[in-house]
T-cell receptor, first 114, second 111 residues
Framework: EPEVTQTPSHQVTQMGQEVILRCVPI?????FYWYRQILGQKVEFLVS????????KSEIFDDQFSVERPDGSNFTLKIRSTKLEDSAMYFC????????????FGPGTRLLVL | QKEVEQDPGPLSVPEGAIVSLNCTYS??????FMWYRQYSRKGPELLMY????GNKEDGRFTAQVDKSSKYISLFIRDSQPSDSATYLC???????????FGKGTTLSVSS
């Protein structure tokens, strides 16, 4: 069964450094998302991406964050100048087409900012 | 008022019990309703998807949506120890838009 994959599974970084989280969505999916989950808290929406542009973003997704689809398979989240409070699980998700709201999630990247 | 509310539990039941999990929401624009299962430190796994009101059944799982009461439920019949996980409700107003999640209910099924 097709699945969303994410790399790395764990990332430890120093405060102020830049990190890039990578995702390979399900191959025929057209909508891509990033969510995060701080330990013990709700899963929170960050951004959605369709047709090579951001279609929606939350208040969390400020200038520190950016997304990119550098080729036909990868979808990345870049976090610049990381802060301690960026420590969380980051989940990538994808969905097939508009009109079918079934988002499939990857296993996540656990980011720890020291 | 929080958009999506879900009792975090924990909920402990014996094997074979019927489990009822619930969420309430405040935004009447929500039309798409999902239940995800999340094992510890893993990604959410889609269990059930319902559009608008009504019931949907898949094996031991039944999802119900009551838009008039802004209330959704997930029932698990003949619960198994492998059902032990955190169950997240999620919803959105339009396809392709942000999912709004509840905090999740932690379920433990003992054998």
């Amino acid at each position: 069964e097709p699945e969303v994959t994410q790399t790395p599974s764990h990332q430890v970084t120093q405060m102020g450094q830049e990190v890039i989280l990578r995702c390979v969505p399900i191959s025929n999916h057209l909508y891509f998302y990033w969510y995060r989950q701080i330990l013990g808290q709700k899963v929170e929406f960050l951004v959605s991406f369709y047709n090579n542009e951001i279609s929606e973003k939350s208040e969390i997704f400020d200038d520190q964050f950016s997304v990119e689809r550098p080729d036909g398979s990868n979808f990345t989240l870049k976090i610049r100048s990381t802060k301690l409070e960026d420590s969380a699980m980051y989940f990538c998700a994808s969905s097939e087409t508009s009109g079918r709201e079934t988002q499939y999630f990857g296993p996540g990247t656990r980011l720890l900012v020291l | 008022q929080k958009e999506v509310e879900q009792d975090p539990g924990p909920l402990s039941v014996p094997e074979g019990a019927i489990v009822s999990l619930n969420c309430t929401y405040s935004n009447s624009a929500f039309q798409y309703f999902m239940w995800y299962r999340q094992y510890s430190r893993k990604g959410p796994e889609l269990l059930m998807y319902t559009y608008s009101s009504g019931n949907k059944e898949d094996g031991r799982f039944t999802a119900q949506v009551d838009k008039s009461s802004k209330y959704i439920s997930l029932f698990i019949r003949d619960s198994q120890p492998s059902d032990s996980a955190t169950y997240l409700c999620a919803m959105s107003g339009q396809a392709g838009t942000a999912l709004i999640f509840g905090k999740g209910t932690t379920l433990s099924v003992s054998s």
